[in-house]
T-cell receptor, first 115, second 111 residues
């Protein structure tokens, strides 16, 4: 069983379109994250949700809107896509509340290409 | 979170121990040292973490100096599959919940 899964794995789209990336974790974790890895391979946090509540919202354009329908899912919706949004997006999860939240589990990534 | 410094790249022969250093001279008393790695095109993978004592698991060993200003990740018998970027991250447990990845060390294991 895949612990953290993301769909789609690849996403190619035109500038100006709206797209969503889905993330699901089956680990029963209470915290989920979105990270962005740009073309220079820098990996940066975008959002963090704990029990469906937004905890971290880094300096990310408001075109990016995370949505957590339940603790097992954290989806990323992107409006009006721009060339600079091209990157690999990673979802991750961890269990924080029980005091065992040292390890974050990452999904396989979604490679977004904006043309 | 404390800043970390790692060499940009290292080589290691297959079967030998890979020793990856990390400097974190501004580490605070309640900050942990975490190591993650990212194999090409995959999501980052947790390796090990520690606070003060040396730690060992099935993947690696973590040696933290007594003053906690530096640490070394040891892969005892490196294989080609250990070729990856290794990230040393220092942070207070659970603070902000997120990991601040730096540039890491690109480890190349050669036959």
């Amino acid at each position: 069983d895949t612990a953290v899964s993301q769909t789609p794995k690849y996403l190619v789209t035109q500038m100006g379109n709206d797209k969503s990336i889905k993330c699901e974790q089956n680990l029963g974790h209470d915290t989920m994250y979105w990270y962005k890895q740009d073309s220079k391979k820098f990996l940066k946090i975008m959002f963090s949700y704990n029990n469906k509540e937004l905890i971290i919202n880094e300096t990310v354009p408001n075109r990016f809107s995370p949505k957590s329908p339940d603790k097992a899912h954290l989806n990323l919706h992107i409006n009006s896509l721009e060339l600079g949004d091209s990157a690999v997006y990673f979802c991750a999860s961890s269990q924080v509340s029980s005091g065992a939240g040292h390890e974050q589990f990452f999904g396989p990534g979604t490679r977004l290409t904006v043309l | 979170d404390a800043k970390t410094t790692q060499p940009p790249s290292m080589d290691c022969a297959e079967g030998r121990a890979a020793n990856l250093p990390c400097n974190h001279s501004t580490i605070s008393g309640n900050e942990y040292v975490y190591w993650y790695r990212q194999i090409h095109s995959q999501g980052p993978q947790y390796i090990i973490h520690g606070l003060k004592n040396n730690e060992t698991n099935e993947m690696a060993s973590l040696i933290i100096t007594e003053d906690r200003k530096s640490s070394t990740l040891i892969l005892p018998h490196a294989t080609l599959r250990d070729t990856a970027v290794y990230y040393c991250i220092v942070r207070v447990a659970y603070s902000g919940y997120a990991l601040n990845f730096g540039k890491g060390t690109s480890l190349l294991v050669t036959p």
